[in-house]
Nanobody, 123 residues
Framework: VQLQASGGGLVQAGGSLRLSCAASGRTFSTISMGWFRQAPGKEREFVAVVSWSGGSSFYGDAVKGRFTISRDSAKNTLYLQINNLKPEDTAVYYC?????????????????WGQGTLVTVSS
């Protein structure tokens, strides 16, 4: 599975962005996909995960109510809508895929990773 993330940029606090992650390769067997982020000097942090059907999802506490994860199976693309951005959301955002059943919020639960897209929020 190859993942290509895009959509990051420089945004003012309170603004919005939509991140995309295009998947290719063995996408037919992908079970669930997620977003993580890593701020400078910090560990990679869980953001959100969605099942392959799109019927199940859950979010990290820091982003609940502001972030929405979704997927378009016909386009093999994962999305992350980010609203009401805060300076503490500044990070490199990574998409990831796992090929085993069940949703996971752990970095170790994902075998495939995109290259990351940088989101910078100015105050």
């Amino acid at each position: 599975v190859q993942l290509q993330a895009s959509g990051g940029g420089l945004v003012q606090a309170g603004g919005s962005l939509r991140l995309s992650c295009a998947a290719s390769g063995r996408t037919f067997s992908t079970i669930s996909m997620g977003w993580f982020r890593q701020a400078p000097g910090k560990e990679r942090e869980f953001v959100a995960v969605v099942s392959w059907s799109g019927g199940s999802s859950f979010y990290g506490d820091a982003v609940k109510g502001r972030f929405t994860i979704s997927r378009d199976s016909a386009k093999n693309t994962l999305y992350l809508q980010i609203n009401n951005l805060k300076p503490e959301d500044t990070a490199v955002y990574y998409c990831a895929a796992r090929l085993v059943p069940g949703l996971s919020y752990k970095v170790t639960g994902y075998a495939y990773w995109g290259q990351g897209t940088l989101v910078t929020v100015s105050s």
